[in-house]
């Protein structure tokens, strides 16, 4: 633990006498970072969680039992946290939990009163609620309710759902959020199993990262279990009108009624997904997998909640050609869920297996073509970070320390985590890599572990069996920027002719009308896009699109990459349905390069302005933070 903490600790303990069973409410952010969060001159030592303030080291958590009203009028959630503790120092006297824009009601521990006190605000990580430990007994009881403006929560009203007829509710944790709905301690490398039962209005239905009952009566009562250790990060709450459709034997979907049918035919696959990674990765260690499909406002493409995905409603396309999302999220249940990072530096142990594994799901499932196309626009992506970001923050490795983890989201933890994967694969071979990968699973099963933990368990196991591997070239992938040299690089043959349409067209030698699409997946479609020049013409642009119709494309993913090149060429007929996406998307990663491009030209800036003071009531807190810097 920080040293700072300790300090802290003491500090908190005599205050807490003072003002026990008084509500106390986190003040606005006024307090400077403490003194270990601000010194970002020094290098962030492994396995320390610089972003919770919480003391695990010396009193942890192990087990949360919520009880919890989810109150639409008001946009509150209140109730109570009974948490299960072990002190791991024999002289604790002191539960440090995070919170962040929580009003704390009362602690209590055995049904008396317990001491509590609010510590200092950090602006990127809350308010420490200092508990005095009760004499006896492992357990307090803490009495709380949300603000209205929880950076974890998104209420929704009825227009904004598809229904437009019940109010939405749902909740984001990842990466430091949780804590904005729960007081705990808000850590990765913190595992707890956790039992809730949640009051909402009798006609909505709650769904949690936990056991959901498909066939609950709905009376607005809801009991979850989750016994599995999870870190924090992981606990989920939505509330809305959902209605279930079994997809498999094991999978299903829960969307509002008029998204069902069709969020059940988009994502058919996910049983041949969940049978896929277990035949070649072990066991799903989770029960049900199901997925939950969100309003457009979803600040992300997915979520892993275990057993139970978050999944935007912007990749139900018609045609399956964006379910690698939900590999992607599935593919969670191993790496993510069942071996997490300790913290946030070690995100790429989560990412970037996952995206390594979405591959392989991909390729097994829709074949090697598909794969190869995937893969292909994946490293775009990491080449484009990598000629944006600064150099420390292309490491998989990455120094967070006095940063908040959303300001520093980047594909360089996805991309070239799975690339290094990929390359260590190939030079043991597959075979050799999916046993790794097999037992590294199961060797680190409902663990946090740090960058460095797998770097020693690779030291004992491919790296002492394989001298074709280097361990210094695996340090280079971990701790230097860029993308090494020699790294592999993805090939699509359904790229060449993609690439070849798209040279003869700049080149004059046909016109777009020439351009024989009709075949096209939306993969090439992708492709043709990504790799246009950064300036065209507004005859160019005018050509394609009155040949291919990309202002009115309805895939999601393409219409982003159309819009792109409009802005930053300044192709106005696109205009109109640009302000209608932005309005209509809140997906962060939709959403913000278009705002970004917009902001760079005065006219440019006042479009977006107008666009994103027009959504932001309807955007997640998180979209809104990420977003509003470009218009200030
Ligand atoms: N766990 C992430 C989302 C996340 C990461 C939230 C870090 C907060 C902090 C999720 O699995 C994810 O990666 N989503 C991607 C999916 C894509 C890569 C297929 C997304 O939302 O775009
Ligand atoms: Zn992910």
């Known amino acids: 633990m920080p040293k700072y903490l300790t300090s802290l600790v003491a500090a908190g303990v005599a205050a807490a006498l003072l003002s026990a069973c008084q509500p106390q409410t986190t003040e606005a952010v006024q307090t400077k970072a403490p003194e270990a969060q601000v010194k970002a001159s020094e290098a962030a030592q492994p396995g320390v969680d610089y972003h919770s303030l919480s003391n695990p080291d010396q009193v942890k958590i192990s087990h949360l039992a919520l009880d919890l009203t989810v109150d639409f009028d008001q946009h509150i959630i209140k109730g109570a946290v009974t948490l299960d503790f072990n002190k791991i120092k024999a002289d604790a006297d002191t539960l440090v939990l995070d919170t962040r824009a929580l009003t704390i009601e009362k602690v209590e521990a055995d049904g008396m009163p317990v001491a509590f006190e609010m510590g200092k605000t950090d602006e990127h990580l809350g308010t420490p609620l200092n508990i005095s ?317 740090t960058t460095e933990q797998f770097l020693t368990y690779l030291e004992g196991t491919l790296l002492k069996d394989h001298a074709e591997l280097s361990e210094a070239r695996i340090k280079q992938w971990i701790y230097q920027p860029g993308i090494p040299d020699g790294a592999p690089v993805p090939h699509s043959d359904a790229f060449v002719k993609v690439d070849n349409a798209r040279e003869q067209w700049l080149a004059g030698d046909i016109s777009a009308a020439d351009i024989d699409t009709s075949n096209w997946t939306y993969h090439q479609w992708k492709h043709f896009l990504n790799k246009m020049p950064e300036k065209l013409s507004v005859e160019q642009l005018a050509e394609l699109d009155a040949a291919m119709g990309l202002t009115k494309q309805g895939n999601n993913e393409i219409l982003h990459s159309w819009l792109l090149i409009c802005v930053n060429n300044e192709y106005k007929p696109a205009y109109p349905t640009l302000h209608k996406y932005l309005v209509r998307i809140g997906r962060n990663k939709l959403v913000k390069p278009l705002y970004a491009a917009l902001a760079k030209t005065e006219e440019g800036k006042a479009f977006g302005k107008a666009a994103f003071e027009e959504a932001k009531p309807g955007y997640h807190p998180l979209t809104v933070k990420a977003n509003e810097g470009f218009f200030e």
């Open 133 to 449: 430990l009760p004499e006896k007994g492992n357990q307090v009881t803490v009495y709380y309710h949300t603000s209205p403006e929880a950076s974890g929560v998104q209420w929704l009203t009825p227009e904004q759902t598809a229904g437009k007829q019940h109010p939405f509710l749902f909740t984001q944790a990842q990466a430091i959020h949780a804590r904005s709905f729960i007081p705990l301690q808000d850590s990765p490398s913190v595992r707890v199993t956790y039992t809730a039962t949640i009051h909402t209005p009798k006609d909505l239905l709650a769904v949690m990262s936990a056991s959901n009952d498909p066939q609950t009566e709905r009376d607005g009562v809801y009991e979850f279990n989750m016994p599995q250790a999870i870190p924090t990060y992981l606990i989920a709450l939505a509330v809305g009108d959902l209605e279930f459709k079994a997809m498999g034997k094991r999978t299903g979907v829960y969307a509002e009624p008029s998204l069902l049918d069709a969020s059940a035919k988009e994502f058919e696959d996910t049983e041949k997904m969940l049978e896929a990674t277990e035949k070649q990765f072990g066991p799903y260690r989770w029960d049900r997998y199901d997925l939950l499909i969100l309003p457009p406002s979803f600040p992300f493409g997915g979520m892993e909640n275990p057993r139970l995905s978050f999944i935007t409603p912007t990749v139900i396309a018609g045609d399956k050609s964006l379910v690698s999302l939900i590999a992607h999220e599935l593919a969670h249940s191993w790496s993510g869920n069942t071996v997490t990072n300790a913290t946030w530096r070690d995100l790429w142990l989560n990412e970037g297996f996952t995206t390594y594994l979405t591959y392989r799901i991909m390729e097994i499932v829709y074949g090697e073509d598909r794969f190869n196309m995937e893969a292909v626009l994946g490293y775009k992506d990491l080449q484009d970070d990598v000629d944006a970001l600064e150099e420390a923050d292309e490491r998989l490795a990455i120094d967070l320390q006095g940063r908040d983890p959303d300001d520093v989201f980047s594909d360089i933890p996805y991309e070239k985590g799975a690339l290094m994967l990929r390359e260590i694969e190939q030079t043991v071979g597959r075979a050799a890599f999916d046993k790794f990968l097999m037992n590294y699973f199961d060797h680190f099963t409902f663990q946090s572990i």
